[in-house]
């Protein structure tokens, strides 16, 4: 057994781990942070994406031991917190708007994929959206409403404003209950 310290999503823990454990593994079953799924276990589908040092990471290909030290943001931490009213990121409120998703499954690892990606390119072609997603695979969406999101969140985050989405009711749509 090892001994690992990380912060996720704002909270230290300090755990003994097996050396071969999987880091989702760990979130998931150790600390029971289970917003991150997993899809493949193999590194090929990208649910398991999560913010490691501020990178993306899929955290299934590499072990809770690498990181040790660290800290982790992942879909459960993204949302910010002001006021005591927490805030949806603007790229979880476009996946919302412009119905980003069907069941669900990659939208954790899409939306903390798409963060990174905006954050090294604050204004993506859809073609470089769709170049700089391709390492998380959706089975429902065919990707389109997706790549709409992205565009969306990412003009917001310019502060050029949202593109409207089809899927805006009339409550606020970026508070979510603690
Ligand atoms: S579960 Fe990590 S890439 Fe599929
Ligand atoms: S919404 Fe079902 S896999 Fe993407």
Redesign the pocket.
């Known amino acids: 057994m090892a001994r690992v310290r990380m912060k996720v999503d704002g909270v230290t823990y300090e755990d003994e781990v097996e050396p071969r454990l999987l880091l989702a593994h760990h979130l998931r079953d150790g600390l029971g942070r289970v917003g991150t799924t997993i899809g493949c276990d193999t590194s090929n589908c990208g ?1 398991c994406t999560l913010q490691l040092d501020g990178e993306s990471v899929k955290s299934c290909s590499i072990l809770a031991i690498q990181a040790d030290g660290a800290e982790i943001t992942t879909i459960q931490g993204l949302a910010g917190d002001e006021s005591g009213a927490s805030q949806w990121h603007p790229v979880q409120k476009a996946f919302k708007e412009h119905h980003g ?7 954790p690892g ?1 939306i903390m994929a798409t963060v990174d990606l905006l954050k090294n390119n604050p204004s993506p072609t859809e073609d470089e959206v769709r170049h700089g997603l391709e390492g998380n ?5 065919g990707y389109q409403n ?1 790549v709409k999101a992205v565009l969306s969140a990412a003009s917001e985050m310019r502060g050029e404003g949202a593109i409207p989405g089809s899927f805006q009711d009339s409550a606020d749509k970026s508070e979510v209950s603690a």
């Open positions: 649910t998703l069907q069941c669900g499954y990659c939208t899409m695979l959706c089975r429902c969406t997706i």
